[in-house]
């Protein structure tokens, strides 16, 4: 046996050793058959690391005759693609599968496009970003296949544990292990969904377990010793970072608070607490509003003590405060109706502002007939203190409305009063 890591040594040599993705490449997809039939098109894979962008570009050059080179963005230079452009002078073809793709600047993308769009390098492309930000979009417009992968299924990442214990050539077959079906789901679980950190995580295991003669006893404390922090989302400015900042909001605003919750422990796992607290003071605002104000109030408070904790101790706080969002009553009509002025302002809807409501702290100010503003105080109105019936918008959008409230929570209460005062204007 080599000493090539397990993960490396696992990775599919044809498209059939595949294991998971199925949506993408499994026999039933037209890609499946396009490659079969011996057709490589330009492509570019998307998603998490681990989770089979690599083994795919890799079991396609299994299939295919054509030359294949691998390169990483993160290390690679003008250089090297100039050396797979001139191996396209010798052999007319050549796949080459750049993984980061998006960590290439926009000059070094631009410089493949000539030779992706004659057909000379079969572009296969790998990035864990969302290649519509972060990817040129002129080498996007040519590759013909853009697919996004997903984490495998348990019992996906089980079949290539079990395929790592028995293959007697690349795996682990030829050890003599003792291993239960319990503790390979246990691996399986803890992996995630990632291959690599599964076959990484099962190799680690073996050569951990205490041995008798010469076999691999695998008890259940090494496992649980070596699986760590497996479901961290890892880079703190990737794309899945924001799919979870995203995600912890949209739970909230669904009020599902088992998978708020859920979304708040995996950003918390991150250590990134300045976003969270970021997040849910605009959630408080931005989703609850009128509909229970003291929220406001609340997450702030919870936000502050969090600061002032820290973590581990900040998780407190900011559960109560996910919980209560959740199960709160929700608008988001103040924010929606300031949207529609800001809109109103931007398109140039604008107008004079009504001579009485300038400012008249100076002397001269009633010469420019500054003058006529009522005080509202001056004029009381049941429990609601003052209010009197003049013009605050400019006179050409007099009957502009930009607030709708509706009937949620607190806001049913301030919408009756919005109703009333309404009504009270009519009668001017």
């Known amino acids: 046996m080599n000493g090539e890591p397990l993960a490396y040594r696992m990775r599919p040599r044809n498209l059939d050793e595949i294991i998971g993705q199925k949506n993408v490449i499994g026999k039933q997809t037209s890609l499946y058959r396009m490659i079969k039939n011996g057709h490589v098109p330009s492509m570019l894979l998307y998603g998490e690391p681990g989770i089979g962008k690599t083994s795919i570009a890799f079991a396609i050059a299994g299939e295919t005759k054509i030359p294949f080179i691998a390169l990483n963005a993160t290390t690679a230079g003008k250089k090297d693609v100039e050396a797979v452009v001139e191996e396209t002078h010798l052999t007319g073809k050549v796949i080459l599968f750049l993984d980061e793709i998006h960590r290439f600047n926009k000059a070094q993308q ?56 028995h293959d007697e050539k690349n795996g682990l077959g030829k050890l003599d292990i003792r291993i239960t079906d319990d ?12 291959a690599r950190k599964s076959l990484t995580l099962l190799e680690s295991v073996v050569y951990s377990s205490p041995k008798d003669m010469n076999t691999y006893i695998v008890d259940d404390e090494t496992i649980n010793d070596l699986g760590g922090n497996v ?26 608070v088992h998978a708020a919750l859920y979304y708040l422990a995996h950003l918390l796992e991150g250590g990134d607490l300045t976003a969270v607290n970021r997040r849910l003071l605009v959630i408080a605002y931005e989703d609850i509003g009128l509909a229970n104000s003291a929220v ?133």
């Not at 899945?240 to 009020?255: A, D, E, F, P």
């Open 296 to 428: 406001g109030t609340n997450v702030l408070a919870a936000v502050t003590a969090s600061e002032r904790l820290g973590l581990p101790e900040a998780r407190i706080p900011l559960s109560v405060a996910v919980v209560e969002m959740c199960l709160s009553s929700k608008s988001n009509s103040a924010y929606k109706a300031l949207d529609a002025a800001i809109a109103d302002i931007r398109a140039g809807h604008v107008g004079e502002i009504p001579k009485h409501l300038r400012d008249a702290h100076y002397a001269g100010a009633k010469e420019l007939g500054h003058t006529g503003y009522k005080y509202p105080h001056d004029y009381p109105i049941g429990t609601f203190g003052g209010w009197v019936n003049q013009e605050y918008l400019p006179h050409n959008l007099k009957d502009k409305k930009y607030y709708e409230p509706i009937e949620s929570g607190e806001e049913k209460r301030l919408a009756a009063i919005y109703e009333r005062l309404e009504e009270f204007k009519k009668k001017k």
């Open 110 to 165: 631009d410089y493949l496009l000539p030779h992706v769009e004659r057909g000379d390098i079969i572009l296969i492309g790998a990035t864990t970003e969302n290649p519509f930000h972060d990817v040129n979009p002129a080498i996007r417009s040519r590759c013909g296949q853009i697919k996004q992968l997903t984490r495998l299924s348990t019992d996906e990442v089980i079949e290539l544990l079990q395929r790592a214990l």
């Open 183 to 194: 503790q390979i789901e246990t691996i399986a679980g803890q992996s995630n969904g990632d």
């Open 231 to 256: 479901g961290v989302y890892g880079d703190k400015k990737g794309s899945n970072y924001y799919n979870l900042l995203s995600s912890l909001q949209k739970s909230i605003r669904g009020s599902d």
